[in-house]
C-alpha cells in the first residue's frame, strides 16, 4: 500500500523542493510564505507517510526536511540589513 501514496507524493514534494528553492532564492520578500508553504508540504507528506509507511517516501521526507531545513537556516543568517538594501531602488 505504501506505493499508492508515494506515487501520489512524489511530485508535489520534488515540485516543492525545486519551485520552493526558486522562489526563496529570487524573491527575498517573500521568503517568509515560502518558508510556510514548503512546511506545510513537508506536513502533508508527513501525514502521507503515517497513514502508510514507506521507506522510500521516508527517504523523500528526509530529503524535503533538509531542504526546508537549509532555507531556514539560511533565512536565520542573514542579516536584515542587506534584505533591506535589496529592495530600495537606485538611481
Not at 521526507?61 to 526546508?68: P, Q
Amino acid at each position: 500500500m505504501g506505493q499508492d501514496i508515494l506515487n501520489a507524493l512524489v511530485l508535489p514534494l520534488l515540485f516543492s523542493m525545486g519551485a520552493g528553492t526558486y522562489a526563496y532564492l529570487r524573491f527575498p520578500e517573500r521568503r517568509p510564505r515560502v518558508l510556510l508553504t514548503l512546511i506545510l508540504f513537508q506536513l502533508v507528506g508527513a501525514y502521507g507517510h503515517a497513514t502508510q509507511p514507506g521507506a522510500a517516501l521516508f527517504g523523500l521526507l528526509v530529503v524535503h526536511g533538509l531542504v526546508v531545513f537549509a532555507l531556514l537556516l539560511h533565512g536565520l543568517l542573514i542579516p536584515q540589513s542587506e534584505l533591506a538594501s535589496e529592495r530600495v531602488r537606485r538611481k
